[in-house]
């Protein structure tokens, strides 16, 4: 893993291939080898790019409080270092919201757009309040805490079921996490804004991805996204939960790969 400093972090990250640019942006609270399937699947044809969110994996936290803005500055600086102008955007869930925020504020960086089991909208009260219990929870007990709150919530009752060990890898990374950095990530989630009028905005090719067992961004909210957004193709995988791109990572990789291909 190569390292990077970026607005004062330092960003832990791969970048594999050559080609097309495509970034992955990982979900909460996990980190980039979340996306090794993707790596592996896409390098031959696309030049990968995945990294730890500052305060995730092996990435540092730095002295800026977390935004989904920090973390679209992030994005941005990293692209300069490796003089990437413009990449294909690939976030699921806090990587959508995030990929949201580096859409608003360089459009013309991103090339297409995969927004996978994630959602426009922002949190409601009761959202935001479970977020701040849980935020004091991972700075009174370290990120361990996590792990039975999210793992019924991130994995769809097929994988639970019937293949465990991906649930396994994921406790995992969330044990590993870095309690300051997901605290952070939590009250950033919160505080997030809605993206919903920008939508119709959304002018490059996307795709919408969403497991039909996913709890926390159910398949009606990408729907409503697929609706507002031009021309954007909606792809419900299987079987699979909120982390689509591991629960079925064929179905998963397939759709990006047609999609991709299908451009102009
Ligand atoms: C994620 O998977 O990134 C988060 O759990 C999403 C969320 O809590 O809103």
Not at 16 to 21: M, Y
Not at 66 to 85: H, K, N, P, R, Y
Not at 104 to 123: F, G, M, N, Q
Request: a negative charge.
């Amino acid at each position: 893993m190569k390292r990077i400093k970026v607005n004062g972090a330092e960003l832990a990250y791969r970048d594999e291939g050559s080609g097309e640019p495509i970034v992955f942006l990982h979900a909460f609270p996990l980190n980039q080898t979340l996306w090794d399937g993707q790596l592996a699947a896409f390098a031959s044809d696309y030049r990968v790019i995945t990294f730890d969110w500052r305060g995730f994996g092996h990435s540092t936290l730095g002295d800026r409080i977390l935004t989904m803005d920090v973390f679209a500055d992030d994005l941005t600086g990293l692209l300069q270092e490796l003089s990437i102008e413009r990449a294909i955007i690939c976030g699921l869930s806090m990587g959508g919201y995030a990929a949201f925020a580096f859409y608003r504020k360089a459009p013309e960086r991103v090339s297409a757009l995969i927004l996978a089991d994630t959602r426009s909208t922002p949190d409601n009260e009761e959202g935001k309040r479970g977020r701040l219990e849980m935020a004091e929870l991972v700075r009174n007990n370290g990120a361990p805490a996590l792990v039975d709150i999210m793992i019924p919530r991130l994995f769809g009752e097929t994988t639970l079921r019937n293949n465990p060990q991906v649930a396994e890898r994921v406790k995992a990374m969330i044990e590993s996490s870095q309690p300051e950095g997901v605290a952070q990530a939590l009250l950033a989630m919160a505080g997030r804004v809605d993206s919903t009028d920008m939508l119709p905005q959304i002018s490059c090719p996307t795709l919408i991805i969403v497991g039909n067992e996913d709890k926390l961004t159910p398949p009606d909210e990408s729907e409503k996204m697929s609706q507002a957004i031009p021309g954007s193709i909606l792809e419900i995988i299987l079987n699979a939960g909120h982390l689509t791109n591991i629960e079925q990572p064929e179905s998963f990789n397939r759709s990006v790969s047609d999609f991709l291909s299908s451009r102009n």
